[in-house]
């Protein structure tokens, strides 16, 4: 009922820059939040930031000051904008709608995850 599509991701080299996107798409009412989180190998998925419909913002103290998440909530899209990369952001990124409103009846809410992007970031 809701799929969400990442594109942006890529390799680059340590102090470069990079723009994530995601596209939201399907029997959407509304989104409470949108956000990115990220798996390096190895690791836990962890929360890179956050945006509420409101443009709350929360962030992971490893990239508060380099990356900028966005919003745009006519288009269902999220954006993270990412400078200033290092090695240690390698990772899948991860895009995700929370408390997805659906035009089901009886509505209800759900949480949907993109397929991830790989960005690389090489020193």
């Not at 680059?12 to 509304?30: D, E, Y």
């Not at 990239?63 to 269902?76: L, P």
């Not at 990369?85 to 899948?92: G, M, R």
């Amino acid at each position: 009922q809701v799929q969400l599509v990442e594109s942006g991701g890529g390799l680059v080299q340590a102090g470069g820059s990079l723009r994530l996107s995601c596209t939201a798409s399907g029997s959407i009412l509304s989104i409470n939040a949108m956000g990115w989180y990220r798996q390096a190998p190895g690791k836990q998925r962890e929360l890179v930031a956050t945006i509420t419909s409101f443009r709350n913002t929360h962030y992971v103290d490893s990239v508060k000051g380099r990356f900028t998440i966005s919003r745009d909530n006519a288009e269902n899209t999220v954006y993270l904008q990412m400078n200033s990369l290092n090695v240690e952001d390698t990772a899948v990124y991860y895009c995700a709608a929370l408390g997805v409103l659906v035009a089901t009846v009886p509505q209800r809410t759900l949480d949907a995850w993109g397929q991830g992007t790989l960005v690389t970031v090489s020193s």
